[in-house]
């Protein structure tokens, strides 16, 4: 119940400076106070459209080859009907209940059972429990950084059943695939749901909860800011990480061994496409503790957008590509495989370097040194919430100096690698890049507008000494 007067009190704020010609004070962080057209529109969209795409695309390649074109045509040329399409589609079964019951129990196991061991004989890897940045209400949360550990965990065991144990197949994930998706739209409408209920009736913390009074906004957006059940079940943290991303290299794993069990090798592209994903993912997870400070610990709110995609979107989008070569084996000339090879690892350089320059830049306060040199800065102010004024800086050094979000790019280089190393015979596997070109992009205006509105003309500064979002001379 202390939500419905945190509600009160913030719609009294909100009414109070409307009448005084200003904006909310709380504005600068996290998601609206309000629901602008535009984004309703957006939203409503999405709630009605994502599951479909993810349907969509994994239904064409397990009855059409992976064409985003045939489906479509079949329809519109009355070849097919919906029903004939829905009828062929692998229902919910047990045994993919079963299995992916086991699999999100267990991960609740490795994050709350066992406490992190990684850091106490890996040199440079910050785990164990670790502080998060400042919420808006002035907590500051604990967490057990224990991701790198329970990925190594997971895979041990996975590999010592694949050559020991036999207890089930390598493939068992690709043979349960679309069963698998039933059970995780299941879990992730159930964990949206039960957010925002608990946003309002027993919020972990009233003071960091933000009602529209627009339902549709506040389910996909999400009402609390850290939902937690106990003290360290934190749910941005298990579900950004944690069933999908520990997943992510296992699916591919099991895609790689479909691929030999059907044609008697892995290709190639298969091999890069494990091994640069493989780098991303065990990147994610030793940087667990940075993570803490990104965007989406630091401002999302836990609604249907992280709840739901984090179940759904990420796992079954983000491996398209080991997907695609399951129906298409590709096997790459030497050059090309070469050419993705040093794009990927290229754009994981620059990803990791960018975010190291900054995470340095900020742990010394400037006293460092980037390639070689004294860091140039631009030096700004802003204003809190309770009125105190505070100092920060920008750097301007580096590849801090050559673009805005130049860690970004980086990214989108990586990216881009995953989807060369499947050809060019299909578009299906190059939706990733054109998604994260979108969301990334979307990142780098959502990033401005708030330092924006935080910094005012300290940040009109720094954008004319960096002139560029995310290619330097382009954009």
């Known amino acids: 119940m202390a939500a419905h007067q945190e509600k009160k009190l913030a719609e009294e704020r909100k ?11 709380q504005g600068q962080w996290g998601r609206a106070w309000e629901v602008d057209w535009f984004s309703l ?17 994994i239904m064409s ?13 079949d329809l519109l040329a009355g070849n097919k009907h919906l029903s004939d399409i829905w009828n062929r589609t692998p229902m919910l079964t047990p045994r993919a209940a079963a299995i992916y019951s086991l699999w999100v129990a267990f991960q609740v196991f490795l994050y709350m059972a066992i406490p992190d061991f990684c850091h106490k004989f890996l040199p440079g890897y910050v785990g164990g429990v670790q502080e998060g940045a400042v919420t808006p209400a002035g907590a500051v949360n604990k967490y057990e950084i ?8 997971t895979h041990v065991l996975w590999f010592a059943n694949a050559s020991f144990f036999h207890f ?7 043979d349960n695939w679309i069963p698998l998706l039933w059970c995780a739209n299941i879990l992730g409408y159930a964990v949206s749901t039960f957010a925002m209920i608990k946003g309002y009736f027993f919020p972990t913390n009233a003071k960091d909860c933000k009602f529209t009074g627009n339902f549709f906004y506040d389910y996909m957006m999400g009402i609390e800011f850290n939902p937690r059940i106990g003290k360290w079940f934190d749910f ?13 290299t296992l699916i591919n794993l099991s895609f790689a061994a479909k691929q030999r069990e059907l044609y008697g090798e892995v290709t190639n592209s298969m091999i890069l496409v494990n091994v640069l994903q493989g780098i991303y993912v065990v990147d994610f997870f030793w940087n667990e503790a940075w993570y803490l400070k990104t965007i989406d610990i630091c401002h999302d709110h836990f609604g249907w957008y992280l709840g739901w995609g984090d179940c759904v979107w990420l796992p079954y989008l983000y491996t398209l590509q080991g997907l695609y070569l399951v129906y298409h084996p590709v096997q790459l000339s030497t050059a090309h ?12 350089y620059i990803f990791r370097a960018t975010n190291h320059q900054k995470d340095l830049f900020r742990r010394t306060d400037g006293n460092c040194r980037i390639w070689g040199q004294r860091p140039r800065y631009i030096e700004c102010s802003y204003t809190s919430v309770d009125g105190a004024k505070h100092y920060s800086k920008l750097l301007t050094s580096g590849f801090w100096g050559w673009a805005r979000h130049f860690n970004y790019t980086g990214d989108l280089m990586g990216s881009l690698a995953y989807c060369l190393a499947c050809g060019f015979q299909h578009i299906l596997p190059y939706f990733y890049i054109i998604y994260m070109a979108i969301l990334l992009t979307h990142r780098c205006g959502r990033d401005e507008h708030r330092c924006g509105s935080k910094y005012g003309k300290d940040w009109r500064r720094y954008t004319a000494a960096v002139p560029y979002r995310l290619l330097p001379g382009l954009f």
């Open 41 to 57: 529109a957006s939203i409503l969209f999405l709630l009605m459209f994502a599951p479909l795409i993810v349907y969509y695309f």
């Open 236 to 248: 941005k943290l298990f579900f950004n990480g944690r069933p999908g991303i520990v997943a992510w």
């Open 337 to 348: 495989a070469l050419g993705v090879l040093l794009l990927g690892l290229l754009g994981y």
């Open 15 to 25: 009414h109070q400076n409307m009448q005084n010609g200003s904006k909310p004070s």
């Open 146 to 153: 224990n991701g790198l550990q329970a990925w190594i965990i």
């Open 168 to 174: 089930f197949s390598p493939t068992i994930i690709f």
């Open 61 to 73: 390649c397990a009855q059409y080859q992976c064409s985003l074109t045939d489906p479509l045509l």
